[in-house]
């Protein structure tokens, strides 16, 4: 599952299902820290622009649900509804080389924002299969 604090019922079901199965579950969980440049006391917000811009998607996969003929990887995020560049320019550690080397800030932002975009795609994709491995 990947999960962040933007969606604690997500965060919980996650946590729930995995303690559930009856095999090894791994939980990735986006989590701010200092060198971000955020103010800590608004870090909800931060995370919750970092899945409102794709770059962290949150999804559970649970196999089990392949035995009731359903796909396993249930995508919790909704569409994009800010840009990647909102995002990471919201955050000390992009602002930063921005301000150093505007050129080559465009040129990683130009980058980033097309493989954040294909990452999510690729969730929508895999998350609109038939658990048959073809799509609905």
């Known amino acids: 599952a990947k999960v962040s604090m933007s969606n604690p019922a997500q965060c919980v079901k996650a946590f729930l299902e995995a303690e559930a199965y009856d095999g090894p579950s791994i939980i990735l969980a986006y989590s701010h820290c200092i060198a971000h ?4 006391t608004t870090a909800v917000d931060e995370c919750k622009k970092a899945v409102n811009s794709g770059h962290w998607p949150l999804f559970r996969y649970d196999p089990r649900l ?3 003929g359903k796909n396993p990887l249930q995508l919790d995020s909704k569409d994009p509804s800010i840009s990647f560049e909102d995002y990471a320019y919201g955050e000390n550690r992009f602002r930063v080389l921005k301000k150093a080397q505007p050129e080559v800030a465009e040129r ?5 924002t097309k ?9 929508k994709k895999l998350a609109d299969m038939d658990p048959d491995c073809g799509t609905k």
């Open 37 to 40: 440049g955020i103010n800590m």
């Open 66 to 68: 392949s035995e009731e």
């Open 108 to 112: 990683l932002m130009t980058q980033a």
């Open 115 to 123: 493989e954040t975009a294909a990452r999510f795609d690729l969730y």
